[in-house]
């Protein structure tokens, strides 16, 4: 029998992604912590906070699923054996629980308030205990091993008994189905940055800088020197790993080096901004135009081919090398966006669990796939495997799930069902009010008993109490209890930060047999005691909003929590790599797929490919890919077909593919659709005689002549960023210079000059290497300008003329010129972009917001659920964005991970339970505004009752569908209108 | 006349969207920064859920001034709706000027979710401007 329980071990982002959508699919896990607090360690996009970005409490729900039963987390934490098999894993672990137990913890403060020892800071004065205050998140407090002196008066005060300044270390052992490790970002030690001045107080890195700036916003006031507290008018930032060969850069850093010298021009026009870095390196959508953002606003860009820093006085010099001639530039700060140095964990995970490094120091894993390592049945995800972006973290975050249930047993963990809900209709309602004391704290502040008296005599109020507490397991029993006994039918808590314990006051009102929907929580603390300081207007207000809860809960109806049915099959809209990849997973983990192919042939663009750069065979594994979904029962594959009809919500979709050429017609039902449509390249008829010339080639013709051995040239010219990177087509295509680099080596091997004429080597994370190999082999490289392509000089002899960016002209003859192109969106995008009503991007690819890139943009789109929010369409592959034949694999792996969390559910709660928006019937005309609204497409129009509908799983209660019905038909079952508006008169008495 | 203008304590509503304004809030109180206590908050899912009735009738009872906090533009947690909320308070206003209003009765403002200072400046900054104002003259009755 299989375990079925996960062991994820680190706090990256692709191990949280993965703990979270296997509680989803219906299986615990065990996280282990390293670090004291919940991100003392901190994952990349926490170090980098690219785009002044951190959301962490959106993609970190840990303490719900803590909350829930699902997730188990263990702090200060360390592997020490591993025995057994994938599938039955005994893991050995020691770890220490931290001082104080965060579950039990009401954030009462007693503690600070009691200890004696007060330690001075660069920040300020502290307490030995001391809070970090997190706004989502469980607020953390930490001690001082230094100063504290363990005289345990804290322990002394705490009302729940969850501080104890002794916590020994203990050890563990657990048994699982895997492992999955996400150890996180680590960045470069401060002696590695050095030569870029790190130590001198005016030069900071990025990430300090982004961490400070998120209270405030990055401000004017951010650039404040920390030497003198002078406003820097004269800064330099610089991307350290082109510098540095102690760090790899990881994806998004030059868009991050770009964006910070965007936004310093932006909030202080008047300074006098410079960035330094070799190569643009930014390709995912949008990235290219950050650079010309910031160039347009008139930030300067060396592209220095070295550089260092050194301190003179106050101020910095850059000294750096440009196109062979040496400069000196004096600054008043430097700003060093950094990368990541190689994980020094490697060395226990190699040790304790056998898994492999690769020769760069980071964890190996297999090609094509989510994190095999070279142990079975132990992953490796996220920044730990190589230097990525954020959303391919994030992707291999779910990737991993698609890969890991083979090894696991049965589902394990399920939410518990609620108790069942006394029956209320027909009784008039009875209100309770329970005040929370928080222990007697709210005493030395506020009356609670005057208070008390007061809210007894509000009409409709049948009982006040004030309780010690609300939010503990023993003090949430007792409340409940106390609301059973009071035969009350509604119920107002007046508590404290809702944000962070709503899911246990709604647990009370459920433990006490009611339906959530009929009671109210105030909060007593952070909107009256810690806010003000006038006991008797505090007194005012408190009543005042208790007023107003009373009046709306007196209105309050109980629903039932809607569900919706769902579909199981799921249809897949093309037949390359992406495609088949899909599909092979789905059947894989028993789901119906229906595989539609335009062509006759399945392989999509990747049946030319032999190998990618780093020699991984994909026309083997292309091959393979082909036969197992051929001969897979679950698979039905239909090719020639084209979707010609389709309709339906998330969940539920029809759809009708016409075969072109027999007009056959098969119906076809589905709970999500995946978008494997690929892409095309880009043809650049018109340009250096391609078409008319036969020595004019694009890199994938070239590819399959070397294949066939029928390249008889001596020397080669390849031009890069050909159509790319320019007004029609603002963005980079990602693999032309790896397509470039892999031809060349493969051309130089038999003996051909190969010169590479580009603008930006984008040679991304481990590809950097082959740059390196490259230029030892003998390819020459040479750079031009974005406004001076190299020309065709003469077709007899083949020449090829370009004026370089250190102002020399060249003149080359080639007997083969080859021409990197980019990848186009497919033609038929925007006919099916119609048909699905999606989205499609500025560019014609099809935009996502579940997958949005960059990351840092997308987080701000993803919302709960984050699954359905692209209404169960999965855009992967080429389709999405260009990419490699590896990278189409993850996204295919990231939509399984994602579809595999609903689709096999017979039916589908809605995600906020039964707070969800509903339609009074009698009312809609079915004029369909809040079918436009709905920002999760969860409202249509029944086209037989010509009324709107809900689906249920798919809203988030917003409202912004009730305020767009012009017939007040739509309402939010906890925020009706008829009880929103007594609401807010009680609120002003 | 200035002594009674200096003890009219202005009454203000204040609808705050959870993901932002609601935990700027929150954060403020955690971090005890201290603002008046005039202002008294509905907690709404997302700013787009004030319906134009809401303001006008909070008005019209008793209150001074009404504040809508949504998030920043493009932060919206659902991605629109503070930009919905943005015109229905815009219309909102235009109609009460009509009534006889002073404008500045309503306030819109961005607060994201970590600035918690900046959203006690905001309520601070609006019980100053409606105290300046005095009281509400469409005022028909409050609620006693």
């Not at chain 1, 647990?507 to 006038?534: C, K, Q, T, Y």
């Amino acid at each position: 029998m299989a375990e079925s329980t996960v062991l994820v071990y680190g706090t990256n982002l692709a191990g949280y992604r993965a703990a979270y959508a296997l509680a989803k699919i219906g299986y615990k896990t065990i996280l282990l912590n390293r670090g004291a607090y919940v991100d003392q360690y901190r994952n990349q996009a926490l170090a980098q906070l690219p785009l002044d970005f951190c959301w962490i409490c959106g993609h970190m729900p840990q303490r719900l699923f803590i909350g829930l039963g699902a997730m188990e987390v263990h702090y200060n934490a360390q592997i020490l054996e591993v025995n057994g098999e994938p599938g039955n894993f005994v893991v050995r672990f020691k770890k220490r629980d931290p001082y104080v137990n965060n579950f039990a913890c009401t954030e009462c403060s007693a503690c600070v308030t009691a200890c004696p020892i007060e330690v001075e800071t660069p920040s300020g004065k502290r307490k030995a205990i001391y809070e970090i205050p997190y706004i989502g998140w469980e607020n953390v407090y930490l001690i001082d091993d230094k100063n504290c002196t363990k005289c345990g008066k804290c322990e002394e005060v705490c009302p729940t008994k969850c501080l104890k300044v002794d916590r020994p270390v203990e050890e563990k052992e657990v048994k699982v189905g895997a492992i999955i490790l996400a150890t996180e970002y680590e960045e470069p030690l401060d002696e590695d940055l050095k030569k870029f001045g790190y130590g001198h107080p005016n030069v900071v890195k990025n990430s300090d800088l982004a961490r400070r700036s998120l209270l405030t916003n990055f401000v004017r006031n951010s650039l404040i020197r920390p030497s003198d507290g002078k406003l820097a008018q004269k800064i330099a930032v610089i991307l350290t790993p082109q510098y540095n060969p102690k760090e790899f850069e990881s994806y998004n850093l030059s868009v991050s080096c770009v964006y910070r010298a965007y936004r310093i021009k932006e909030v202080y026009p008047e300074a006098n901004v410079k960035m330094f870095f070799r190569e643009f390196k930014g390709y995912g959508k949008g990235h290219y135009q950050w650079l010309e953002k910031a160039l347009s606003k008139g930030v300067e860009l060396a592209r220095a081919d070295d550089l260092e820093v050194i301190g003179k006085g106050e101020n910095l010099v850059v000294k750096y090398s440009l196109y062979g001639k040496a400069y000196e530039e004096e600054f008043e700060m430097v700003i060093l966006v950094t990368g990541q140095r190689a994980p020094s964990v490697m060395e226990e995970l190699r040790k304790v669990l056998k898994v492999e490094p690769d020769e760069f120091g980071f964890c190996k894993v297999d090609p094509f796939t989510s994190g095999k390592t070279s142990v079975e049945g132990i992953f490796a995800v996220g920044e730990l495997t190589g230097p990525k972006g954020n959303p391919e973290i994030v992707w291999e975050g779910y990737g991993v799930v698609s890969e890991v249930l083979k090894y696991l047993g049965e589902p394990n963990f399920a939410p518990q069902p609620p108790p069942p809900f006394r029956e209320v209709r027909g009784e008039p309602p009875k209100v309770g009010v329970f005040i929370c004391s928080c222990f007697g704290e709210f005493n030395n502040y506020i009356d609670l008993e005057r208070l008390k008296s007061k809210v007894s005599e509000i009409p409709g109020v049948t009982h006040v109490d004030v309780v010690k507490g609300c939010c503990t397991p023993p003090t949430m029993q007792e409340v409940a209890q106390k609301i059973k006994e009071s035969g009350v039918n509604r119920v107002v808590l007046a508590v404290c930060t809702i944000l962070q314990k709503l899911l246990r006051f709604r647990r009370v009102v459920m433990m006490a047999g009611l339906n959530p929907l009929l009671s109210e929580f105030l909060r007593l603390r952070e909107d009256v005691i810690r806010v003000h300081e006038d006991r008797d207007k505090m007194l005012e207000k408190a009543y005042a909003l208790i007023y107003g809860g009373v009046e709306k809960v007196k209105r309050a109806v109980a629903y039932a929590t809607p569900v919706g049915k769902i579909k199981t099959g799921v249809i897949v809209l093309g037949g390359g790599p992406a495609g088949l990849e899909v599909a092979r997973l789905l059947a894989e983990n028993k789901v119906p797929v229906f595989l539609v192919e335009k062509s006759k042939e399945l392989g999509g663009l990747a049946k030319t490919l032999t190998r990618d750069l780093e020699g991984h065979n994909i026309r083997d594994h292309l091959a393979e890919l082909i036969r197992t979904v051929e001969e897979n029962e679950r698979i039905k594959v239909f090719k020639g077909f084209e979707l010609v009809e389709f309709t339906g919500t998330a969940g539920n979709y029809y759809a009708l593919i016409e075969n072109k050429e027999s007009h056959e017609k098969v119906f076809l039902e589905a709970g999500a659709v995946v978008l494997a449509v690929g892409g095309v390249e880009f043809k650049p008829y018109g340009a250096y005689y391609y078409g008319e010339d036969d020595r004019v080639l694009t890199q994938r013709e070239l590819e399959e002549a070397i294949s066939k051995d029928a390249v008889k040239a001596k020397k080669v010219v390849m031009i890069q960023c050909v159509g790319s990177r320019n007004e029609t087509r603002p963005y980079c295509s990602r693999v032309c210079c790896s397509h470039a680099l892999k031809n060349a080596l493969a051309l130089v091997e038999k003996g051909v000059e190969v010169t590479i004429l580009y603008r930006d080597l984008n040679t991304y994370g481990f590809k950097e290497n082959y740059k390196k190999i490259a230029e030892e082999s003998g390819i020459k490289f040479i750079r031009f300008g974005k406004d001076k392509y190299p020309q065709v000089i003469s077709r007899d002899p083949l020449t090829v003329k370009v004026e370089t960016t250190s102002g020399d002209e060249l003149t080359l003859n080639a007997d083969l010129l080859v021409l990197s192109v980019g990848i186009i969106p497919n033609p038929d995008n925007e006919r099916l972009a119609k048909l699905l009503n999606f989205r499609l991007d500025e560019y014609g690819f099809f935009d996502s917001d579940a997958n949005a890139c960059p990351y840092e943009e997308a987080i701000k789109r993803i919302m709960k659920p984050f699954e359905l929010s692209t209404k169960g369409i999965f855009a992967v592959g080429l389709a999405h964005s260009p990419r490699s034949y590896t990278e189409a694999i993850l996204t295919a792996k990231d939509a399984v991970g994602k579809i595999l969390t609903f689709i096999r559910k017979p039916q589908l709660p809605a995600p906020n339970a039964m707070y969800v928006s509903a339609v009074k019937e009698f009312k809609c005309t079915g004029c369909g505004m809040c079918v436009v609204v709905c920002p999760y497409y969860a409202r249509s129009i029944d086209k037989g009752r010509k009324i709107a509908t809900v689906t249920p799983y798919l809203c988030d209660s917003c409202g912004a569908c009730l305020v767009a019905c012009p017939s007040e038909a739509a309402y939010l079952r906890d925020a009706r209108g008829e009880m929103m508006v007594p609401y807010i008169d009680a609120l002003l008495m | 006349m200035n002594e009674a203008k200096e003890k009219f304590e202005p009454k203000l509503v204040g609808f705050l969207c959870y993901w932002c304004s609601y935990t700027a809030a929150d954060l403020a109180g955690i971090s005890r920064l201290k603002y008046p206590p005039n202002i008294r908050i509905i907690r709404v899912m997302c700013s787009s859920r004030v319906d134009p009735v809401f303001i006008i009738k909070a008005l019209l009872d008793g209150a001074d001034g009404v504040l809508v906090a949504g998030c920043k533009p493009g932060d919206c947690h659902y991605q629109k709706g503070n930009y919905y909320a943005r015109r229905k308070v815009a219309l909102t206003k235009k109609i009460l000027e009509s009534l006889g209003l002073e404008p500045g009765r309503v306030m819109l403002s961005w607060i994201p979710a970590s600035e918690a200072p900046k959203f006690a400046e905001v309520v601070k900054e609006f019980t100053e401007r409606v105290r300046e104002l005095g009281p509400n003259p469409i005022k028909r009755s409050s609620f006693s």
